[in-house]
C-alpha cells in the first residue's frame, strides 16, 4: 500500500485553516457517512482518502487510498470523531442557479454557525431543494465542520455566494424571482399565511446574533405563541422548508399548478 | 465583596461532571441568556452566582453573587465562552404532568447529544408547549450545554423522566391520553396527513443513530422529497413543533374546538 507524501500530510494539516482552504481551493471531508456521500455525489472532486489502520467499512472506497497509522490520523483529523476515514476533494463551483423548478431559493445571510450552517444545507437537501444562496460573512461551506453537520449534502446541492442582500436579491430578479422575503422575528405577516411564500419567491435567514440585514425587503415571521427568545437559525430555516413540503406533499394542500413560473432563468453565470 | 469559599470552588469542579450533577442536585447555568432566563424564571434555586472581574451587564443579578479574577472564572465555565457570568442552582424537580390544555406531549427517546435536546427544549418553549418528557439513556437535561443550547429554558418548562416507552405509555393512559406517536423516517403515515396528530397524544423523538425504540405503537413521518438522509432529531422535533403552531395559528386552518378533551388529568405525582 501507498505511503501518504510529506506533500500530501502538509496539505491536510494547511487545510485545517480557513487560509489554507481557499490557497488549496479543497476540503477535508471527515467520517464515514461524509465520505460515502462525496464518492456517490462527486466521485470525480476526489484528490485522495485517507483511512486509519483499524477501519473497516463495507463501502467503496474512492482511489487513491492511503492507511496510516491510528496516532496519525488522529492527529490529521479536523473533527473529534472522524471515524478512521477522511478524504481530500477539490471544492465544487458555486455557482448556483435556480431552475425552472425551484419554487423558492433559500438564502442564509451571514450564518456563522458551522453546525447552523451545516444542518440548513442537510434539512434543504432532505426537503428537496436544489440549492442555497448565502451572502459573504457565512461561514465557508466547506469548512470541516459544516461539512460533518451537513453530511456532506454540499457535493450534490447547488451554492452560490453572494457579496450582500442588495447583490442577492439583484441575481433573483434578473432570475425573474417575484418575492424576497426576510425571516424575522417582528415580520409583518406569518408564513402560515402568506399564500404567496414560496411563487418564486427567495426567503432569507439571518445571523444567528444580529439577524437580517437591514434591506427594504417584506418580512416574514414564525409564529411563537410560548412568548420565548427567538428560535435558532437552523429551526427556523426547518420551519420555513417543511411548510413548503407540507404545501407540495400534504394531500389536502398541494401547491396550485406551476403556472405562475412564467419564465425559466437562463441567467449566465460568472464566478 | 465576599470571596468565593473552597467549598464553593470545589462545588462549581464537582458539577463539571456527571456524577458531581447527580450527587449535589445542582446545575451550572452559564452565560447571560441563560441566567438571566433563571433569575426570572427561578429564582428561588439559585445557589450563588460567579462573574468575572470584567464582566458588565444591565440586568439584575441575583445574590449572593461573586466576582473572581478572569483566569479564574475561565477554569470554572464548562462551556467555551461563558460570558462571565455563572450561576449554581439547585435543579427543579422533573414531574411533568400535562394539563387539559395541553393537546400533546413532544417525547424525547434516548436523545443523547447535548445541542440537540437543549434545542429542542428551546424550540418547544419556543412554540408554546408546557413540558417535554423524555427516557432514560437521554443526556441529562440539566448538563450545562443542554442548559445552554435551550437558553435555560429547562426553569420554565415541565420536565419528567421515564424508564422507558412502556412506561411513559402507561402514563399518558393515565392522563388519558388517546395517540402515542412514534417519529420515524419509514412511518405509517405523513405527518401532514394526520388530523389527530395533536389530540392528546405523545409524540416520541428518538436517538439520533438508532431511532425510536421498538415498541407497538403508530409511527409517523416527515416527507422529504429529497430522498436524503434522515433530517437531525432537533429538526423533525421542530417539524413536528411549528406543524402544532401552524394547525393552532395558522389563519386558515385552527384546530377544531378541544371539545376533544373529554377528562383533565389529575394524576398523582411520584417521584
Known sequence: MATLSKKQEKLIRSLHTRHGCKKHDSCVCEGLRCCSELFEARPDLVEFVVCSENFTSTIAIA???????VRDFSRFAVTVNAQ????????????????????????????????????????????GLSGIWFTSGSVDPFNAKVLRSALAAQFSLGLREFANLEAMRTTAEECGFKHFFLSSPRGQSSLFDKPELYERSVIVIGNEASGVASIDAE?????????FES???????????????????????????????????SLSVER
Chains 1, 2 share one sequence.
Open 219 to 227: 418580512s416574514v415571521s414564525i409564529p411563537m405563541p410560548g412568548n
Open 63 to 69: 482511489e487513491p487510498f492511503f492507511c496510516v497509522p
Open 84 to 127: 478512521g476515514i477522511m478524504a481530500v476533494a477539490a471544492r465544487p463551483e458555486m455557482n448556483f442557479v435556480p431552475g425552472a423548478d425551484d419554487d423558492f431559493v433559500l438564502a442564509l445571510d451571514r450564518v456563522a454557525d458551522p453546525g447552523n450552517f451545516g444542518t440548513i444545507l442537510r434539512t434543504a437537501k432532505a426537503a
Open 231 to 265: 428560535i435558532n437559525a437552523a429551526q427556523a430555516a426547518t420551519v420555513f422548508l417543511f411548510e413548503y413540503v407540507r404545501r407540495t406533499h400534504g394531500t389536502s394542500s398541494r401547491l396550485a399548478s406551476r403556472s405562475h413560473v412564467e419564465k425559466s432563468c
